[in-house]
């Protein structure tokens, strides 16, 4: 029996795979975001507890979100001196668009500038997890302590430093006191942040080292039930609000095509000017 162009062509639209989602659904006349009225959450969720809803798929308890709040805070900015807002106040002063210096900001988080909390996360998640691989008592000090020492004398046989510990700019950061007593007050301190703690104790110790902003977030994030993977995506999310502030800021106050050096700074180590003898000899 012959099959028709139609059915034929039914059969296909069935069997063609559908884009799955978990997070939202938009049908006409409605939008909902993990099964709640997108209206309802206009009106009752605050900008951080919207964070925590969409990346975990859960309402956050009023702790968690004050938590995650000050966290964000926390990541907002740090002046120009990060690359990624010198690239984004660069691309500014070129006259490119605000949604063009925010992306090029953002893509200039790489290993060395933005990755640390991503990093410090998964180094807290993978210790601790060893530790219940190993049966032993997560709540015990000496457990904690122990993997503190782990991780330090991992990375100190490779002659690595540890992420989220140290800062370029400052001897003790600010910041992490802050956070710290923050998780405290909002019962969000947990084993990870204690373990980072316990790093820092050891570093301090032997290298005069502190807990940075990235390291104390990474514990944080981490007892928040956060996995590993999801720390740039948050650092991102903290710190775009600056670099829209940046990329106005010099769009209105800056001359326009900025320089970082005059001509006679810039130092030339390359080969000596060739002439063109020199290149026709190469034919």
């Known amino acids: 029996m012959a099959i028709g162009r139609e059915s034929v062509e039914n059969l296909i639209k069935i069997a063609k795979p559908k884009w ?36 975990k798929g859960e309402m956050p308890k009023k702790n968690q979100s004050k938590m995650l709040q000050s966290v964000l805070v926390s990541l907002c900015d740090h002046g120009v001196t990060p690359p990624s807002t010198q690239v984004a106040r660069l691309m500014a002063s070129t006259g490119s668009s605000m949604s063009s210096c925010v992306a090029g900001g953002l893509l200039s988080f790489g290993k060395h500038h933005a990755g640390a909390l991503k990093l410090s996360m998964k180094i807290l998640q993978d210790a601790l997890k060893g530790v219940e691989i190993d049966g032993t008592d997560l709540e015990s000090d000496d457990q904690v302590q122990r993997a503190a020492h782990l991780v330090v004398e991992q990375h100190q046989s ?82 775009i609000p600056a670099l829209v502030a940046h990329v106005n800021e010099e769009k209105v106050r800056e001359t326009p095509f900025r320089k970082l050096f005059e001509i006679e700074e810039i130092y030339y180590d390359g080969p000596e000017s060739k002439k063109s003898d020199d290149i026709l000899m190469n034919d």
Request: charged residues 20%; proline residues 4%.
């Open 158 to 239: 490779k002659g690595e430093k540890i992420p989220g510990f140290g800062h370029r700019f400052h001897q003790q950061d600010p910041r992490p006191p802050k956070l710290i007593d923050m998780a405290i007050k909002y019962n969000c301190f947990g084993i990870h942040t204690e373990l980072a703690l316990k790093i820092q104790e050891i570093l301090f110790e032997t290298k005069g080292i502190r807990i940075n902003i990235d390291g104390a977030n990474a514990g944080i994030l981490s007892d928040l039930g956060f996995g590993w993977e999801l720390g740039t995506g948050i650092f991102m999310i903290g710190r």
């Open 20 to 55: 799955k989602t978990s997070i939202s659904q938009v049908s006409p006349n409605q939008i909902t975001t993990r099964g709640f009225l997108q209206e309802d959450l206009i009106e009752n969720m605050s900008f951080s507890e919207m964070v925590y809803l969409l990346l």
